[in-house]
Protein backbone atom coordinates (compact mmCIF):
# COMPACT_ATOMS: atom_id res chain seq x y z
CA UNK A 1 0.00 0.00 0.00
CA UNK A 2 2.93 2.33 0.57
CA UNK A 3 3.32 2.54 -3.20
CA UNK A 4 0.55 5.28 -3.54
CA UNK A 5 2.39 7.82 -1.43
CA UNK A 6 3.85 9.60 -4.20
CA UNK A 7 0.31 10.41 -5.22
CA UNK A 8 0.19 12.57 -1.96
CA UNK A 9 2.49 15.59 -3.46
CA UNK A 10 0.04 15.36 -6.56
CA UNK A 11 -3.11 15.29 -4.53
CA UNK A 12 -2.10 18.01 -2.50
CA UNK A 13 -0.64 20.53 -5.44
CA UNK A 14 -4.15 19.57 -6.59
CA UNK A 15 -6.04 20.42 -3.72
CA UNK A 16 -3.81 23.45 -3.61
CA UNK A 17 -4.48 25.00 -6.47
CA UNK A 18 -8.50 24.27 -6.60
CA UNK A 19 -8.27 26.06 -3.56
CA UNK A 20 -6.54 29.03 -4.66
CA UNK A 21 -8.10 29.85 -8.40
CA UNK A 22 -11.41 29.42 -6.53
CA UNK A 23 -10.37 32.02 -4.12
CA UNK A 24 -9.11 33.84 -7.56
CA UNK A 25 -12.16 33.63 -9.15
CA UNK A 26 -14.77 34.38 -5.41
CA UNK A 27 -16.11 30.73 -6.06
CA UNK A 28 -17.51 29.27 -3.56
CA UNK A 29 -18.99 26.12 -4.46
CA UNK A 30 -17.41 22.33 -4.45
CA UNK A 31 -17.95 21.18 -7.95
CA UNK A 32 -14.41 22.41 -8.77
CA UNK A 33 -13.40 19.48 -6.58
CA UNK A 34 -14.60 17.38 -9.58
CA UNK A 35 -11.83 18.13 -11.79
CA UNK A 36 -8.99 16.93 -9.48
CA UNK A 37 -8.23 13.43 -11.15
CA UNK A 38 -6.58 16.26 -13.24
CA UNK A 39 -3.44 16.47 -11.59
CA UNK A 40 -3.18 12.66 -12.25
CA UNK A 41 -4.06 12.15 -15.37
CA UNK A 42 -1.01 12.40 -17.59
CA UNK A 43 0.70 9.63 -15.11
CA UNK A 44 -2.44 7.72 -16.45
CA UNK A 45 -0.15 5.64 -18.69
CA UNK A 46 1.84 4.29 -15.67
CA UNK A 47 -0.95 2.07 -14.96
CA UNK A 48 -0.08 0.25 -17.80
CA UNK A 49 3.47 -0.78 -15.78
CA UNK A 50 1.94 -1.38 -13.08
CA UNK A 51 -0.24 -3.89 -14.22
CA UNK A 52 3.13 -5.47 -16.42
CA UNK A 53 5.45 -5.87 -12.89
CA UNK A 54 2.99 -4.41 -9.97
CA UNK A 55 5.42 -1.21 -10.12
CA UNK A 56 6.16 2.11 -11.84
CA UNK A 57 10.31 2.20 -11.58
CA UNK A 58 12.87 3.45 -13.90
CA UNK A 59 15.91 1.48 -13.23
CA UNK A 60 18.65 -0.82 -14.81
CA UNK A 61 15.62 -3.72 -14.63
CA UNK A 62 13.09 -1.35 -16.08
CA UNK A 63 15.26 1.07 -18.22
CA UNK A 64 12.78 3.26 -19.70
CA UNK A 65 10.44 6.19 -17.80
CA UNK A 66 6.53 6.52 -18.63
CA UNK A 67 6.54 10.26 -18.36
CA UNK A 68 6.25 9.90 -22.55
CA UNK A 69 2.98 9.06 -24.46
CA UNK A 70 1.05 11.71 -21.83
CA UNK A 71 3.79 14.19 -20.67
CA UNK A 72 3.19 16.84 -23.58
CA UNK A 73 2.79 19.80 -21.33
CA UNK A 74 2.39 22.47 -24.38
CA UNK A 75 -0.42 20.05 -25.74
CA UNK A 76 -2.02 19.57 -22.08
CA UNK A 77 -1.65 24.17 -21.36
CA UNK A 78 -3.05 24.50 -24.87
CA UNK A 79 -6.40 22.67 -24.78
CA UNK A 80 -6.80 23.70 -20.93
CA UNK A 81 -5.55 27.18 -21.96
CA UNK A 82 -8.52 27.54 -24.77
CA UNK A 83 -10.60 26.00 -22.16
CA UNK A 84 -10.06 28.56 -19.83
CA UNK A 85 -10.28 31.41 -22.19
CA UNK A 86 -13.36 30.66 -23.36
CA UNK A 87 -14.80 29.01 -20.42
CA UNK A 88 -13.45 30.72 -17.16
CA UNK A 89 -13.34 29.85 -13.37
CA UNK A 90 -13.65 25.88 -14.37
CA UNK A 91 -10.68 25.89 -17.43
CA UNK A 92 -8.25 28.14 -14.78
CA UNK A 93 -8.37 24.98 -12.38
CA UNK A 94 -7.89 22.32 -15.20
CA UNK A 95 -5.10 24.79 -16.31
CA UNK A 96 -3.34 25.04 -12.96
CA UNK A 97 -4.00 21.60 -12.26
CA UNK A 98 -1.98 20.33 -15.30
CA UNK A 99 0.08 22.67 -14.62
CA UNK A 100 1.35 21.90 -11.47
CA UNK A 101 1.49 17.95 -12.30
CA UNK A 102 3.98 19.15 -14.53
CA UNK A 103 5.79 21.65 -12.33
CA UNK A 104 6.06 18.97 -9.62
CA UNK A 105 7.43 16.54 -12.14
CA UNK A 106 10.15 18.75 -12.69
CA UNK A 107 11.39 18.51 -9.13
CA UNK A 108 12.74 16.13 -6.81
CA UNK A 109 11.30 12.70 -7.83
CA UNK A 110 11.71 10.67 -11.34
CA UNK A 111 13.44 11.73 -14.47
CA UNK A 112 11.99 15.13 -15.40
CA UNK A 113 9.91 16.52 -18.28
CA UNK A 114 10.14 16.72 -21.65
CA UNK A 115 8.87 20.54 -21.19
CA UNK A 116 8.80 21.26 -25.45
CA UNK A 117 7.36 17.78 -26.23
CA UNK A 118 5.98 16.32 -29.14
CA UNK A 119 8.90 18.81 -30.32
CA UNK A 120 11.59 17.72 -28.25
CA UNK A 121 11.92 14.82 -26.37
CA UNK A 122 14.65 16.29 -24.06
CA UNK A 123 13.69 15.84 -20.78
CA UNK A 124 13.92 18.77 -17.99
CA UNK A 125 14.45 18.63 -14.42
CA UNK A 126 15.45 21.34 -12.14
CA UNK A 127 18.06 21.12 -8.92
CA UNK A 128 18.78 17.48 -9.83
CA UNK A 129 22.45 16.14 -9.67
CA UNK A 130 23.92 14.29 -12.64
CA UNK A 131 23.21 11.31 -10.30
CA UNK A 132 19.39 12.82 -9.81
CA UNK A 133 19.64 13.44 -6.70
CA UNK A 134 17.92 17.07 -5.40
CA UNK A 135 20.87 19.38 -5.35
CA UNK A 136 20.93 23.56 -4.81
CA UNK A 137 24.49 23.53 -6.30
CA UNK A 138 24.36 26.33 -9.26
CA UNK A 139 25.21 24.18 -12.39
CA UNK A 140 22.44 21.93 -11.10
CA UNK A 141 19.40 24.22 -11.40
CA UNK A 142 18.35 22.97 -14.61
CA UNK A 143 19.74 19.52 -16.17
CA UNK A 144 18.68 18.25 -19.13
CA UNK A 145 18.86 14.73 -20.70
CA UNK A 146 18.43 14.00 -24.30
CA UNK A 147 16.99 10.20 -24.69
CA UNK A 148 19.54 8.02 -24.98
CA UNK A 149 21.59 10.27 -22.15
CA UNK A 150 18.40 9.71 -20.20
CA UNK A 151 18.57 5.84 -20.77
CA UNK A 152 22.28 5.39 -19.41
CA UNK A 153 21.60 7.65 -16.43
CA UNK A 154 18.57 5.11 -15.44
CA UNK A 155 20.64 2.22 -16.33
CA UNK A 156 23.29 4.09 -13.49
CA UNK A 157 20.95 5.64 -11.17
CA UNK A 158 17.69 4.31 -11.53
CA UNK A 159 16.41 2.78 -8.03
CA UNK A 160 13.91 0.12 -8.43
CA UNK A 161 12.60 0.45 -4.71
CA UNK A 162 12.66 4.71 -4.71
CA UNK A 163 9.31 4.53 -3.15
CA UNK A 164 10.15 2.85 -0.06
CA UNK A 165 13.40 4.72 0.02
CA UNK A 166 12.16 8.24 -0.20
CA UNK A 167 8.77 7.79 1.06
CA UNK A 168 9.41 5.54 4.01
CA UNK A 169 11.64 7.80 5.83
CA UNK A 170 12.80 11.63 6.57
CA UNK A 171 14.21 12.42 3.65
CA UNK A 172 13.70 16.23 1.18
CA UNK A 173 11.26 14.31 -1.10
CA UNK A 174 8.92 12.84 2.10
CA UNK A 175 9.66 15.66 3.95
CA UNK A 176 8.09 18.29 1.08
CA UNK A 177 5.39 16.29 -0.35
CA UNK A 178 3.85 15.23 2.95
CA UNK A 179 4.31 18.75 4.13
CA UNK A 180 2.58 20.03 0.68
CA UNK A 181 -0.26 17.62 1.65
CA UNK A 182 -0.71 18.76 5.07
CA UNK A 183 -1.06 21.95 4.15
CA UNK A 184 -3.42 21.53 1.29
CA UNK A 185 -5.62 19.75 3.90
CA UNK A 186 -4.95 22.95 6.27
CA UNK A 187 -5.87 25.05 3.07
CA UNK A 188 -9.51 22.89 2.26
CA UNK A 189 -10.51 23.62 6.04
CA UNK A 190 -9.86 27.23 5.72
CA UNK A 191 -11.49 26.81 2.06
CA UNK A 192 -14.94 24.67 3.92
CA UNK A 193 -14.97 27.42 6.72
CA UNK A 194 -14.40 30.37 4.82
ZN1 LIG B 1 3.66 12.79 -14.13
Same mark, same amino acid.
Given at each position: ????? #???????? +??? !?????? &??? !??????????? #???????????????? =?????????????????? &?? #? $?????????????? +??????????????????????? %???? %?????????? *??????? @??? !??? =???? $? =????? *?????? $??? &???? @? %??????? =? #???? !????? +??????? $????? &????
Amino acid at each position: MYRIL #PLLGDAGL +GIL !SIVFVS &HWY !SVSNMYAFLLL #PLAFAPDLDAIVELRR =RGKVAASAENPSDHRELL &HK #P $ILWMLVTGAWWYFG +GFYGAVAFVLVTMHFVHDSVLTG %WGVP %WLAPFSKVRM *KFFASEA @NQE !SLA =RKDW $I =RTWKP *KDLHKA $IVA &HGNE @N %WIRDLYL =R #PTTV !SIVEY +GVFALSL $IALLW &HLLA
